[in-house]
């Protein structure tokens, strides 16, 4: 019979294991650490940064590597070393000016190496530094563009955000992407990058094969990863598209959706 320690576990962050204004549930980092405590393998697959991470990272047992920027890198949280990293081309930073010209409510965080650059803030992006704990440095210009920069986040209001992701996704740049990552935000990234690309690499640095792997999402910049698992699963309160993916559902993000799949798993799986 499969055991735990055959499973790896993977949850997406925002709306799947937590909200950044309410946290971690209790019963969710209680489940997590009964689940490793008995073997299970548990990582983290997110949109953000390490730093911004780390701050809820810290509220859990101790984790290896996951998957952070979307899968633009796989960073080992017990050893603080970064692999599989992809960076977004130097000819991004006109297209980033673009849209900074032609939307100038909006807010932007560009994310190089370990750091946060911030060339414009508004209400979106302060709130979501302030809320994150995250210190910037602010930028007085976007290029010339660094080798090293990982993704840029623009954030808006919710009635600005539809107007900026249709102008976004008619630019056609050549070696990005862009995805919109909740409600306020879109992230352009480096193509062929998402956190899908960056599952095997995960499964085989914990020598779990992909039909052993559960992962657990709610947004569309989880399709890729839940399409390419052996069992992929979601909160109750995922977007529609989501849940047509996913082979189960489980109770809503901040009802404790992840301490439910550990529930299931333990009754499923030996210890």
């Not at 919710?158 to 102008?167: A, F, Q, R, S, Y």
């Not at 839940?226 to 979601?234: A, E, I, K, R, Y």
């Amino acid at each position: 019979m499969t055991k735990l320690s055959d499973i790896l576990l993977v949850t997406d962050m925002d709306g799947t294991l937590m909200t950044a204004k309410a946290g971690i549930p209790k019963q969710n980092i209680e489940a997590i650490e009964r689940f490793t405590h008995k073997g299970g393998n548990f990582a983290i697959a997110t949109g953000r940064a390490i730093v911004s991470a780390q701050y809820y990272v810290d509220q859990l047992p101790p984790i290896g590597s996951s998957i952070v920027f979307n899968g633009g890198g796989i960073y080992d949280y017990k050893t603080g070393s970064i692999s599989e990293t992809s960076f977004l081309p130097i000819h991004a930073a006109q297209y980033i000016q673009e849209l900074y010209d032609l939307f100038p409510n909006t807010g932007i965080e560009i994310y190089i190496d370990r750091d946060i650059y911030v060339p414009r803030l508004n209400s979106v992006t302060k709130q979501h530094l302030s809320n994150e704990f995250l210190t910037y440095h602010p930028l007085e210009s976007i290029s010339p563009m660094s080798p090293h920069t990982f993704k840029v986040m623009f954030g808006s209001e919710g009635e600005v955000m539809p107007k900026i992701m249709e102008h976004a996704f008619h630019m056609q740049v050549e070696g990005v992407y862009f995805v919109q990552t909740g409600p306020f935000y879109m992230e352009m990234l480096p193509s062929g990058v998402t956190k899908g690309t960056a599952m095997p690499k995960l499964a085989d640095l914990y020598g779990i094969p992909m039909e052993n792997v559960y992962a657990i999402g709610d947004y569309d910049n989880d399709v890729e990863m839940l399409q390419c698992v052996g069992h992929p699963v979601c909160p109750a309160d995922s977007k529609p598209q989501i849940k047509e993916i996913c082979e189960m559902q489980f109770c809503n993000c901040l009802d404790g959706a992840v301490a439910e799949l550990i529930s299931y798993l333990e009754d499923h799986y030996e210890a």
